[in-house]
């Protein structure tokens, strides 16, 4: 009754100390942290402007790309009609599978 008596109280002990020093590693790390200064990193270099560059013209006015769809192409199928067809013309895209394709919705 004594050895598990003392055998307890050892391990309590032990698990004791234990939690102690990982409660006091934590509260070290988290003041460690609290007292560094942060600093923000720059990820790239600043834009550095060329010597002379007030004398030559900026070369975003002449370009003519506004980056909108043009309106004289109007979009294309991605099926050809069916004269593009019999003239050989091959789909875009391959035929349904036989899963997909249902009856056609009946009129009311």
Do not use: F
């Not at 391990?11 to 942290?33: E, K, R, Y």
């Not at 004398?55 to 009609?81: F, H, M, N, V």
């Amino acid at each position: 009754m004594i050895d598990r008596t003392s055998a307890l109280r050892r391990d309590l002990l032990l698990a004791a100390v234990v939690v102690c020093a990982g409660v006091a590693i934590s509260g070290a790390s988290i003041a460690q942290i609290a007292n560094q200064h942060h600093q923000m990193a720059q990820a790239t270099q600043p834009l550095l402007s060329t010597p002379g560059h007030e004398s030559k013209p900026s070369d975003a006015s002449t370009t003519g790309t506004s980056g909108a769809r043009p309106l004289e192409t109007p979009p294309q199928p991605a099926r050809p009609d069916g004269d593009a067809v019999n003239t050989g013309a091959k789909p875009a895209l391959p035929p349904a599978p036989a899963e997909k394709i249902a009856d056609p919705i009946p009129a009311k």
